[in-house]
């Protein structure tokens, strides 16, 4: 399949307190043309840096340290702010986490949607009314026309969701990143809002990165998975695979709590030990002081991704 993104070495820090630490170490990865790829892990282990890495928008005081960002063959790192400008909405969208936060309080929600067309050349007013319309009622939203000329505090969440993925797919763009798009939404819309994306996905061809921190969510839509953890990518495999047969032990805690969630207890199930500091790098592997298959090399040395059967990837001593 074609490469639509292809990720190497990509490295990304953050200044705190005056030091610098890696939020992203050493990531590499591929998208194609047309797939899902679902990015799970912890809180803090730099789903969202990668996601905001790959579209060249991260916040202020973050920057690249190495490594490559390839969009249809072009390194988006040696581009200009201008030449990014024709990329964001057109052919790379996000949807983000936060409907009620990204959409902007004051505008009308089909202004928000119009505007992204007109920067992208759809000029004429009529047609860009007659456009929105029709994306409302894409995403499956009723009297699209009201709608378009609500604020979004007047919307549901759900409604809110919706125009934001709307919005995100007015340009049919080759690429959506979907940041956590369920987190603030409840169970029924969840299901909801993932069918939705799965279809359009489907009638549309677009890739998709979607992120999440449980890995129930990517049941059903997403082809491969990358497991994160404290700013690397552990485990790669299809969904399959890493649902029935997760290699990294990060992965199966994961997975055991995704299934063991799902069924009634008095407490919880965690992962024992504290998510590791990334301003405080360690020695070894990061997964190391939570393990309960750790090794005495485990303390000192960092495994590297490591080619197993059937395409997968995992950086674990285990399997070298």
């Given at each position: ?93 996000i949807i983000w ?21 007109r920067s992208h050349g759809l000029r ?197």
């Amino acid at each position: 399949m074609e490469d639509l993104v292809r990720v190497e070495d990509l490295s990304v820090s953050y200044l705190s307190a005056g030091q610098r630490f890696l939020a992203l170490k050493r990531a590499s990865f591929s998208i194609h043309a047309g797939e899902v790829v679902g990015i799970v892990g912890e809180s803090g282990s730099g789903k969202t840096t990668l996601a905001l890495a790959l579209a060249r928008m991260l916040p202020v005081g973050a920057r690249y340290e190495g490594g490559t960002l390839n969009f249809r063959g072009v390194n988006l790192l040696q581009m200009t702010e201008k030449q990014l400008a024709a990329i964001w909405g057109a052919q790379i969208a996000i949807i983000w986490q936060d409907p009620a936060l990204a959409l902007n309080p004051v505008m009308r929600v089909g202004t928000q949607i119009a505007e992204v067309l007109r920067s992208h050349g759809l000029r004429q007013g009529s047609e860009r009314e007659g456009r929105v319309r029709e994306l409302l009622e894409e995403v499956g939203l009723e009297r699209a026309a009201e709608v378009a000329h609500a604020y979004p505090h007047q919307l549901s969440g759900g409604q809110r969701q919706r125009v934001a993925i709307a919005r995100a797919l007015c340009c049919r763009p080759a690429l959506v990143i979907a940041d956590e798009p369920t987190s603030k939404l409840d169970a029924a819309l969840q299901v909801e809002i993932l069918t939705l994306l799965a279809r359009l996905r489907e009638r549309h061809g677009m890739a998709c990165l979607t992120i999440s921190h449980d890995p129930a969510v990517f049941e059903g839509w997403v082809d491969r998975l990358l497991v994160m953890y404290a700013g690397e990518i552990v485990e790669t495999g299809t969904r399959e695979q890493v649902f029935d047969r997760p290699l990294h032990p990060y992965s199966q805690a994961l997975v055991r709590l995704a299934v063991s969630g799902m069924v009634p207890r008095e407490r919880l199930p965690v992962i024992a030990g504290e998510p590791a500091d990334p301003t405080r790098p360690q020695p070894g592997c990061a997964f190391a002081p939570r393990c309960s298959e750790r090794m005495t090399l485990c303390a000192s040395s960092r495994p590297f991704p490591r080619a197993q059967n059937n395409n997968r990837q995992v950086s674990c001593f285990k399997y070298e």
